[in-house]
């Protein structure tokens, strides 16, 4: 499939004649309940990866700690594209650090993958084409550093086609909060019971926090 180059692509991202199908997906999101931990804010999208795309950072905020942390982007081909097998695609990064005994576990990366399909199937969503990876990283401190304490963390990169609905437009907002219910899982959250009062509609904004 020939996609847009150069200027043309650029146009076509940054141009205020969005298709209606993208648009509405775009502020499907706004209407997303989260729970209140999840600090969530519009930023810059990626120019090159598709024609139009549309960026979410997120944060599990406890105090002034942040206990995990991620990046949501959806992008939008309105010709289609083969690998995504439709017109939309979700692309996630979330990231947490762990505690030792949990870095230690081998089947780690298997449970940190299921938590991202349950959290989709938990809300009824059906998607396509998943793919991704689940990194374990270690870091020891030496010489001026020795001080700090052995850090593990744990990386999700993962993405999926949504599937479409009416017009052509994806559940996003559902898709959204299922997200988030991966990032609260990641950092040790426990689950939001049904019909909970205390989750609330978008948009968050982080306002200046020293962490």
Same mark, same amino acid.
């Given at each position: 499939?020939?996609?847009?180059?150069?200027? @043309? +692509?650029? =146009?076509?991202? /940054?141009g205020s004649t969005?298709?209606?199908?993208? /648009?509405? #997906?775009?502020?499907?999101l706004r209407t997303a309940r989260l729970r209140p931990q999840i600090e969530?804010? =519009?930023? %810059?999208?990626?120019? +090159?990866l598709a024609p139009y795309a549309h960026a979410l950072e997120a944060a599990v905020v406890d105090g002034d700690d942040d206990l995990a942390d991620g990046r949501l982007?959806?992008?939008? *081909? %309105?010709?289609?594209? *083969? #690998?995504? +097998?439709?017109?939309? +695609? $979700?692309?996630? &990064?979330?990231? #947490? @650090? &762990?505690?030792?005994?949990?870095?230690?576990?081998?089947?780690? %990366?298997?449970?940190?993958w299921s938590w991202l399909t349950g959290a989709l199937q938990a809300r009824g969503l059906t998607?396509?084409?998943p793919s991704g990876t689940v990194t374990r990283a270690s870091s020891h401190y030496f010489g001026g550093l020795s001080e700090r304490p052995s850090a593990s963390q744990i990386e999700i990169r993962a993405s999926w086609t949504p599937r479409e609905g009416l017009g052509g437009v994806p559940d996003t907002a559902t898709h959204l909060?299922?997200?988030? *219910? &991966? $990032?609260?899982?990641? =950092?040790?959250?426990?689950? #939001?019971?049904p019909g909970d009062a205390s989750i609330v509609t978008?948009?968050?904004r982080r306002g200046p926090q020293s962490r």
């Open positions: 499939m020939d996609e847009p180059k150069g200027t @043309e +692509r650029e =146009a076509r991202h /940054t969005a298709p209606p199908a993208f /648009t509405a #997906a775009v502020e499907a969530v804010e =519009a930023v %810059p999208p990626p120019k +090159r982007v959806l992008l939008h *081909d %309105p010709d289609g594209h *083969d #690998a995504w +097998r439709g017109t939309f +695609r $979700l692309v996630t &990064l979330v990231r #947490a @650090e &762990l505690e030792p005994e949990m870095a230690a576990d081998p089947l780690l %990366p298997d449970v940190c998607y396509g084409e909060a299922s997200w988030c *219910d &991966l $990032l609260a899982q990641v =950092a040790g959250l426990p689950p #939001a019971a978008l948009p968050q």
